[in-house]
Nanobody, 118 residues
Framework: QVQLVESGGGLVQAGGSLTLSCAAS????????MRWYRQAPGKQRELVAT???????NYADSVKGRFTISRDNAKNTVYLQMNSLKPEDTAVYYC????????????WGQGTQVTVSS
């Protein structure tokens, strides 16, 4: 049984920073693709950032230049460093893991709340 355990959310003022972590436990398999999504109240879940075990990285336009995704393959952990936070970044952030990179079998974290006050 694989679990994705997220941490690092919280309340921060606009312009501040937070770092989210997501650790995959219960499996030693190597995970191809890891992502962060977010969902604000009343909105659809959106993709924030992607990182593959080959080092390919992509960001949503709304976070480029402010957020940085990274991973520690030895620990099966992905991070999201969030700088220059804005109130519109307020959302529940979810970790996503796709071991094969095909989307056939994926795992989701439980979500962590990020609130940015103005």
């Amino acid at each position: 049984q694989v679990q994705l355990v997220e941490s690092g959310g919280g309340l921060v003022q606009a312009g501040g920073s937070l770092t989210l972590s997501c650790a995959a436990s219960g499996s030693r398999i190597r995970i191809n693709t890891m992502r962060w999504y977010r969902q604000a109240p009343g909105k659809q879940r959106e993709l924030v950032a992607t990182i593959t075990n080959g080092g390919s990285i992509n960001y949503a336009d709304s976070v480029k230049g402010r957020f940085t995704i990274s991973r520690d393959n030895a620990k099966n952990t992905v991070y999201l460093q969030m700088n220059s936070l804005k109130p519109e970044d307020t959302a529940v952030y979810y970790c996503y893991a796709d071991p094969s990179g095909t989307g056939v079998l994926v795992w989701w974290g439980q979500g962590t709340q990020v609130t940015v006050s103005s």
